[in-house]
């Protein structure tokens, strides 16, 4: 297994690889998906081993010092759930400069050695769109040919996919999974079976497979015990409040 020998500090640094696009100077730059609009202005991640950050690539010079430092002298932990003890200080260093940011973040995972077979799945194709009419956006990103996200396998009920999952980000070395569930099918235990089956794949196939959410999402959450994913560490993004929603 690729990822056993990666260490949990590394795999932060290759999931915020796979989260942002970043510029020759380290800065992140934009969400790394199709459409994915500008990087938050400050990204901060945390591990037992280790913390790492990010600073937006437009940032003043000054304020990114500013950002840098707050950021160093956060200690390390391993209570993963824990807020930066600078973090009101981070928020007003980006006030003085107009920037106003919501907190945004939630736990990192990684799969276990052993990835069970939850069950059957369906591997959505240009062949068979059909299946996603109840799951649209799926259905227009396989017409846009984005390949590089698959695998994209749904559980299929009475001839509809009713759960989904495909690489939602991605490098050359990790993908994290994107899992929907059509409203009126959650609850089922459907996703953590296209989840398993996707993540399968992902190692099969050479890249480390991940898993992120947010510390709101408690059915996401769920997913990740029901298949006993090991959370390595956390994210923490400062997104503008103006484009928060975005």
């Not at 052993?114 to 068979?128: E, F, K, Q």
């Not at 408690?218 to 956390?234: C, I, P």
Request: glycine share 10%.
């Amino acid at each position: 297994m690729i990822e056993s020998s990666v260490s949990d500090l590394d795999l932060l640094e290759l999931q915020v690889r796979a989260l942002f696009t970043h510029d020759s100077n380290g800065r992140i730059v934009a969400i790394n998906e199709p459409g994915g609009g500008q990087a938050p202005p400050f990204f901060f991640g945390r591990t037992a081993a280790g913390n790492l950050w990010r600073v937006r690539h437009d940032i003043p010079t000054s304020l990114a010092g500013a950002l840098v430092d707050l950021a160093a002298r956060e200690p390390v932990t391993n209570e993963l759930d824990a807020l930066p003890v600078g973090l009101g200080e981070i928020k007003a260093a980006l006030a003085e400069h107009g920037l106003q940011v919501t907190v945004s973040g939630g736990p990192a995972y990684r799969f276990p050695s052993v990835i069970r077979d939850l069950g059957g799945v369906t591997p959505i194709t240009a062949d068979n769109l059909h299946l996603l009419g109840q799951m649209e956006a799926y259905r227009l990103d396989v017409e846009a040919g984005l390949a590089e996200y698959e695998p994209r396998l749904a559980v299929v009920v009475d001839g509809a996919a009713v759960a989904i999952c495909n690489s939602a980000r991605l490098t050359d070395r990790v993908a994290e999974a994107g899992v929907d569930t059509v409203e009126a099918y959650r609850g089922r235990g459907y996703a953590p079976v296209v989840v398993a089956a996707w993540a399968r794949e992902i190692r099969e196939s050479g890249r480390i497979p991940l898993y992120s959410t947010s510390w709101e999402n408690h059915a996401s959450q769920a997913v990740a015990r029901k298949l006993g994913l090991v959370a390595y560490g956390a994210d923490l993004s400062l997104v503008e409040v103006d484009s928060a929603s975005s």
